[in-house]
């Protein structure tokens, strides 16, 4: 009862505190000041560009170089194989390898939802039945692996680098798929290591290519049922509206329907153990008009022509740019910021790797009164970090439970528009009584995490203070302080 009760009292405090912070800092016109060093400055880099400070980064790390260097260290991890728990790696396996599983999968469940068979199989051996089973099970397997592993990842520095996990974080939410249609399923964690994690610091085309040619989004958006003989607009709309030009980009229903007749022809052959298939008799063979150029009949080649198009606009370059501004800096970002960041997405011809320097490097990165409210992802990632990383199964489940509660479950997010960033999505009472109750339930299990003492308000820590000692680690996590980043 006293624990509840303190958790209570805290939880109202910390709306109290966190509305009337971001109240004045979205009206205040005095710059409250920039600084590249001391425990804001720490506490600014670490937590964007990862999720937390862990011990060692308290007095020792140099904020501004530190976040330069994770981006050279993070695309540098982006090109070597993840680290993946042996339980967990089966998400990494050979493209051919999953899309076989997953066809064994759907032959199993045609298999019991035949009468005849189902009947059948109750006088086959137990082992054969099991396989079966076991075949069933593969999809949501496979799709709880991909979902622990992205916990693991997120809060855990000497499993992943921060900068990368964030950088996965984020263009997995611009680039989303939905882990609850079950064709995307079983793809999703080689979709987050293999087309995302791998290209999340490379250039901006390489990586809308492979999200255009991989099983996840061919599923999600229905592109691999587009052909010649029945068109689907999904993804071609979508490859607009929001992985590229965005809505006011200056495309038409015409331009969808034409990189529609582009695209037909990409799809995706299970029973070949091909993730990707591009395949030409269901090509449209005429001649398009899109955005103003003329396509003829390339095959594979038009799409991938196109995609390389739209991903050098200055369309796309500005709702990129807003984009990660949005994600890194504020929820109403510097229109100056924004424009810098769209020049060097132009110049580099989307190198993310510079587009990245140009963000850390700017002043409004390190300005005070840019604030950043955590997400429940941001803060379950952080309060892990903090917490020294995942110990167990038991702290996996917890996360993913919470996270669900909390409106934010993992690849959840059943539209292509991903998951808002913003606090006034996430800032309310109720979701703030969740992370109370996440925080205390972590704070049982790991060791105190005092030295974030050094990251606290006076008054926050001054509060805390005169708690129980053995109430003040899950008090942290839930201050208000520990909820900005």
């Known amino acids: 009862m006293h ?8 939880v109202a405090a910390t709306v109290a505190a966190l509305t009337s912070l971001l109240a004045s800092a979205q009206t205040s016109t005095v710059p409250v000041g920039m600084s590249h060093s001391g425990p804001p400055a720490v506490w600014r880099a670490t937590s964007r560009l990862g999720y937390a400070p862990t011990p060692d980064q308290t007095a020792a790390l140099t904020p501004r170089t530190w976040a330069l260097n994770q981006i050279d260290l993070a695309y540098a991890a982006s090109q070597q194989a993840p680290a993946i728990p042996p339980e967990l790696a089966r998400i990494n396996s050979p493209l051919g390898d999953i899309a ?20 059948g199989m109750s006088r086959l051996p137990a082992a054969a039945t099991a396989a079966v089973a076991g075949e069933q099970g593969f999809s949501r397997e496979m799709a709880q692996s991909a979902a622990a592993w992205r916990v693991m990842a997120c809060s855990d520095p000497a499993l992943e680098n921060p ?3 964030r950088m996965t974080e984020f263009w997995f939410n611009h680039l989303n798929v939905f882990a609850g249609k079950g064709n995307v399923r079983p793809f ?6 293999n087309v995302i994690r791998a290209h999340a610091l490379g250039r901006f085309e390489d990586l809308l290519l492979a999200s255009a040619r991989h099983p996840a989004m061919l599923y999600y958006l229905d592109q691999a049922q587009s052909s010649n003989r029945g068109l689907n607009e999904n993804y071609a709309r979508e490859l607009m509206e929001l992985h590229t030009l965005g809505v006011g980009g200056g495309y038409t229903q015409n331009d969808v329907h034409e990189l529609a007749r582009i695209l037909t022809g990409w799809t995706v052959n299970l029973r070949d153990g091909e993730g990707f298939r591009f395949a030409d008799r269901l090509h449209d063979k005429g001649d398009k008009i899109f955005l103003d150029r003329r396509y ?24 990129v740019s807003e984009r990660l501004a949005t994600f890194f800096v504020a929820d109403k970002p510097p229109a100056a910021l924004v424009e810098r960041l769209r020049q060097t997405f132009l110049a580099s011809q989307g ?4 587009v990245m ?19 429940p992802m941001d803060f379950a990632c952080s309060a892990l970090t903090a917490g020294g990383g995942v110990k167990d199964r038991r702290d996996i489940a917890q996360t993913l439970g919470f996270l669900a509660q909390a409106g934010q479950p993992m690849h959840g997010w059943p539209t292509p528009d991903g998951y808002k960033t913003d606090a006034a999505t996430w800032l309310a009472a109720e979701a703030l009584t969740r992370r109370a109750d996440f925080a205390m339930g972590l704070a049982a299990r790991i060791p105190d995490v005092l030295y974030l003492n050094a990251f606290l308000s006076p008054a926050t820590q001054e509060r805390i203070a005169r708690e129980p000692a053995r109430m003040r680690t899950g008090l942290i996590l839930s201050s208000p302080d520990f909820m900005r980043k």
């Open 351 to 354: 190198d993310m790797r510079e």
């Open 188 to 193: 999703v964690g080689h979709y987050a290591v």
């Open 357 to 375: 320097r140009a963000l850390v490097s700017s002043p409004e990165f390190w300005t005070a009164d840019n604030p950043l409210f955590k997400t």
């Open 3 to 10: 624990k509840t009760f303190i958790a209570s009292r805290l």
């Open 296 to 319: 003829t009949n390339q095959g594979q080649q038009e799409g991938e022509d196109a995609i390389r198009f739209l991903a050098r606009q200055p369309a796309t370059a500005q709702r």
């Open 163 to 165: 900068l990368l996990a």
């Open 100 to 119: 076989r599983d997953f066809q064994a999968e759907r032959e199993a469940r045609k298999v019991l939802r035949t009468p005849v068979a189902a009947e």
